[in-house]
T-cell receptor
Framework: EDQVTQSPEALRLQEGESSSLNCSYT??????LFWYRQDPGKGPEFLFT???AGEEKEKERLKATLTKKESFLHITAPKPEDSATYLC?????????????FGRGTSLIVHP | GAVVSQHPSRVICKSGTSVKIECRSL??????MFWYRQFPKQSLMLMAT?????????EQGVEKDKFLINHASLTLSTLTVTSAHPEDSSFYIC???????????????FGSGTRLTVV
């Protein structure tokens, strides 16, 4: 059973067209939700960590929010350089240790 | 911030040979490192978790004799793909767990990945 589900799988936007990416999770006892950006052929780059429902964080055109069941990554007036795959991960406990579990990601393409 | 250096970025090897991938934490000590495999347009698949000075914990379905993980120091973890075959061709990424903020919460910093092609 998937614990982290991201939607949509792919998203095409025109430059300046704001939108949101969704990450829903079914784990109990969330120990942190992470957003990463991954460019082709590169490792994921950290964007945000959220811990509590109601928490919000912003960085340039990106804003991440968290509820008890899901997180949204809002992209305001995106630019072509925002094109990338955005990964969501939840930190769960497994065998007494914390393990990050990733969703499949949303591939974002922003057209000029 | 924390930086994880992963080498090589690309490697091509012949079927049946072994390949070693290194991940170094440059400005911090990484007690725990994770190794992932990623197929095209797929998410990160956790292969194993390694803790410095102890044996790695492998995920179900991952052959520990094929994917040897060594974490002998707090700044270096290695993944060796033994007797590589074309089906082992993939993108391998390491990640180090870090402590962030005054609350000592966990964060995860990734290496830049290694593209392995077995011919």
């Amino acid at each position: 059973e998937d614990q982290v589900t991201q939607s949509p799988e792919a998203l095409r936007l025109q430059e300046g067209e704001s939108s949101s990416l969704n990450c829903s999770y079914t784990v109990s006892g969330l120990r942190g939700l992470f957003w990463y950006r991954q460019d082709p052929g590169k490792g994921p780059e950290f964007l945000f960590t959220l811990y509590s429902a109601g928490e919000e964080k912003e960085k340039e055109r990106l804003k991440a929010t968290l509820t008890k069941k899901e997180s949204f990554l809002h992209i305001t007036a995106p630019k072509p350089e925002d094109s990338a795959t955005y990964l969501c991960a939840v930190q769960i406990t497994s065998g007494g240790s914390y393990i990050p579990t990733f969703g499949r990601g949303t591939s974002l393409i922003v057209h000029p | 911030g924390a930086v994880v250096s992963q080498h090589p970025s690309r490697v091509i090897c012949k079927s049946g040979t072994s390949v070693k991938i290194e991940c170094r934490s440059l400005d911090f000590q990484a007690t725990t490192m994770f190794w992932y495999r990623q197929f095209p347009k797929q998410s990160l698949m956790l292969m194993a978790t390694s803790n410095e000075g102890s044996k790695a914990t492998y995920e179900q379905g991952v052959e520990k004799d094929k994917f040897l993980i060594n974490h002998a120091s707090l700044t270096l973890s290695t993944l060796t793909v033994t007797s590589a075959h074309p089906e082992d061709s993939s993108f391998y990424i390491c990640s180090a767990r870090t402590l962030t903020g005054a609350g000592l919460r966990y964060g995860y910093t990734f290496g830049s990945g290694t593209r392995l092609t077995v011919v």
